[in-house]
């Protein structure tokens, strides 16, 4: 029994993480039909999907092209020809919807604080009085975990294509979800295509 539990546990983590995922998904595209991105009320919204953007609309392109391809290899035979049918309607749809979970989920800030995101795997609140610091601090870094020691704490950090390019260091830990887990950060690290309004943005709410 007690072999077993922690297994259960993984399994159900896993199950949370892709039942979050699939509402996402399904959120991120009304949320872009009907234009309502989620920026909290008083706060501006801050880009972060163009390092990763083309390749996104590639794969969307390459799977919708293979749909009427697929369709018509296996149209003799209608029991498997309408199960991959609806597969890759889905599929693709699915894909549509991850990527526009970064466009109706930016980064955002505001009077409350910062809100560091990453589509619908990852919303991190980080309250002004929890902020001790904001800077431009670029980092590249391959094949890393999403959270290591620095020299600043345990640091998570929100990589597009692996890059960061804000550092954001934290007065006091703060603990958050990230991949199904708590965990405590001393800092949290984000890439903005807009970096200079982001950092203009932090000032006209801390010096």
Do not use: C
């Amino acid at each position: 029994m007690t072999e077993e539990a922690p297994g259960r546990g993984r399994v159900a983590r896993i199950a949370r993480m892709a039942w979050r995922a699939e509402v996402g998904v399904w959120q991120s595209l009304y949320r872009w039909l009907f234009r309502r991105p989620r920026v909290p009320a008083g706060a501006s919204g801050f880009a972060y999907h163009s390092p990763v953007m083309t390749i996104l609309v590639i794969f969307i392109v390459l799977s919708a092209v293979e749909i009427p391809i697929v369709d018509l290899i296996v149209h003799p035979w209608p029991w498997v020809r309408i199960p991959l049918l609806a597969l890759g309607i889905w599929g693709v749809t699915w894909m549509v919807g991850r990527m526009l979970g970064y466009l109706t989920r930016p980064h955002s800030v505001g009077p409350d604080g910062i809100r560091a995101r990453l589509g619908t795997d990852l919303d991190i609140d980080l309250p002004w009085e929890a902020v001790a610091s904001v800077e431009r601090s670029r980092d590249v870094t391959e094949k890393a975990p999403k959270i290591r020691d620095e020299a600043h704490g345990r640091t998570l950090a929100i990589r597009m294509a692996n890059e960061t390019n804000i550092l954001v260091t934290l007065e006091h830990p703060v603990t958050t979800e990230v991949s199904g887990r708590p965990a405590e950060l001393d800092a949290v690290r984000l890439w903005v295509d807009d970096p200079d309004g982001f950092m203009s943005a932090v000032r006209t709410h801390i010096p």
